[in-house]
């Protein structure tokens, strides 16, 4: 999984998996969801971040490690 920050677009880009992107879907004007040939999310994308998320509260809660590589 990787979360990335782009401020010169204030774009939120998640990717939950590394598969390939066969559908795109916009929720909002703000929020796209990308599916993988299964039909499950394997990205998001908030756009204008700034204005839809408190980044200050920023939590990660319980996430499960399976490794850790340098």
């Known amino acids: 999984m ?6 010169d ?7 939950l998996t590394s598969k390939p992107i066969i ?5 909002t004007d703000d ?3 990308d599916y993988d040939a299964a039909g499950k ?3 998001i994308t ?4 700034s204005k839809n ?3 200050i509260d920023l939590q990660t809660l319980d996430l499960p490690i399976l490794s ?3």
């Open 23 to 27: 559908s795109t879907e916009a929720i």
């Open 9 to 15: 677009t204030d774009t939120l880009a998640i990717e």
């Open 46 to 49: 908030l756009d204008n971040c």
């Open 53 to 55: 998320v408190d980044a």
């Open 2 to 7: 990787k979360i990335q920050y782009f401020p």
């Open 41 to 43: 999310i394997v990205a």
């Open 31 to 33: 929020l796209i969801l």
């Open 68 to 70: 850790l590589s340098a």
